[in-house]
Nanobody
């Protein structure tokens, strides 16, 4: 059974870069047809998908966050990392890493990490 665990400094100052890592166990991030996502949830609001890195290493980002987002991976450690630049207080959310696979054109997310608080504040 795959497990995902987020880690990283939870607090960064405005204009700095938030960097979070997801460590995956029980499955490889290079296994065919899985897409490894970052998703966030503002307080009291719905989920917002940030982007993913595919089993191939290709990436795709939400258009609204694309200019500030980078997702990379370290296959030797079975980890993938989110970097969100130019952070503002509006980026204060709970950040989740997750695994999904496509069902037609729909990305079905079936496994989640526990989530970690990310805060942009001085």
């Amino acid at each position: 059974q795959v497990q995902l665990q987020e880690s990283g400094p939870g607090l960064v100052k405005p204009s700095q870069t938030l960097s979070l890592t997801c460590t995956v166990s029980g499955g490889s991030i290079t296994t065919n047809y899985y897409y490894w996502s970052w998703i966030r949830q503002p307080p009291g609001k719905g989920l917002e998908w940030i982007g993913y890195i595919a089993y191939t290493g290709s990436t795709y980002y939400s258009p609204s966050l694309k200019s500030r987002t980078s997702i990379s991976r370290d296959t030797s450690k079975n980890q993938f990392t989110l970097q969100l630049s130019s952070v503002t207080p509006e980026d204060t959310d709970v950040y989740y890493c997750a695994r999904g696979e496509y069902s037609g054109s729909y990305l079905d997310v079936g496994a989640w990490g526990q989530g970690t608080q990310g805060t942009g504040s001085s």
